[in-house]
């Protein structure tokens, strides 16, 4: 079971380009989510999903987009890359549940603007 | 998601000394879930506490949530190298938004 996978694990671009970070699930999870890492800042979402089509903002939405045409995959893309974005990337999954359930991250993604 | 605030950020002990840290809520939470990301790893699912002064154990880690499911609490007895990394919580909603705290940083000297 691969259960979360994220593309590439690391990435350095130049600012002003774009790029597309890929997530892919293959535990038949409804909710997807977006994070990123910066030191002393913990683990702050990006962009969330609860399904195939739906996407919604998190806390630090501004500089990326999201789409989920399947329930398989999420990615994120940067549609020009500032320096801010250096960070680490992580992608997780967790079944849709009553109550929360168990999130299942990828590897992360690392990624340097300069 | 609702947000917490997560104490302390860092924590230095010498391998042996216990840790606690703590998450603290200024709203009711409906759950807590907790997670331990070691260097250059992810974040891996811990535990879940979802009743009002329920605690749980896992060999030398005691988990806790307040009576009044506003705060909870994480305590490794008899620290080792081993549990060094960032300990997360991060509380429950119904919603797909799961937002962490801060995290506390553990580093264990042998």
């Known amino acids: 079971n691969a259960g979360v996978t994220q593309t590439p694990k690391f990435q350095v671009l130049k600012t002003g380009q774009s790029m597309t970070l890929q997530c892919a699930q293959d535990?038949?999870?409804?909710?997807m989510s977006w994070y990123r890492q910066d030191p002393g800042m913990g683990l702050r979402l990006i962009h969330y999903?609860?399904?195939?089509?739906?996407?919604d903002q998190g806390e630090v939405p501004n500089g990326y987009n999201v789409s989920r045409s399947t329930t398989e995959d999420f990615p994120l893309r940067l549609l020009s890359a500032a320096p801010s974005q250096t960070s680490v990337y992580f992608c997780?999954?967790?079944?849709?549940?009553?109550?929360?359930?168990?999130?299942?991250f990828g590897q992360g993604t690392r990624l340097t603007v300069v | 998601g609702q947000q917490v605030m997560q104490i302390p950020q860092y924590q230095h002990v010498q391998e042996g000394e216990d840790f606690t840290t703590y998450c603290n809520s200024s709203?009711?939470?409906?759950?807590i879930q907790w997670y331990k990301q070691r260097p250059g790893g992810h974040p891996v699912f811990l535990i879940q506490?979802?009743?009002?002064?329920e605690v749980k154990k896992q060999k030398r880690l005691t988990f806790q949530f307040g009576e009044a499911k506003k705060n909870s609490s994480l305590h490794i007895t008899a620290t080792q190298t081993t549990d060094v990394g960032t300990y997360f919580c991060?509380?429950?909603?119904?919603?797909?938004?799961?937002?962490f705290g801060k995290g506390t940083k553990l580093s264990v000297k042998p």
């Open positions: 997780a999954s967790r079944k849709q549940g009553g109550m929360n359930t168990e999130a299942f």
């Open positions: 535990m038949n999870h409804e909710y």
């Open positions: 999903s609860v399904g195939a089509g739906i996407t």
């Open positions: 709203t009711t939470l409906s759950n």
């Open positions: 506490l979802v009743k009002s002064g």
């Open positions: 991060a509380p429950g909603g119904s919603q797909g938004n799961l937002i």
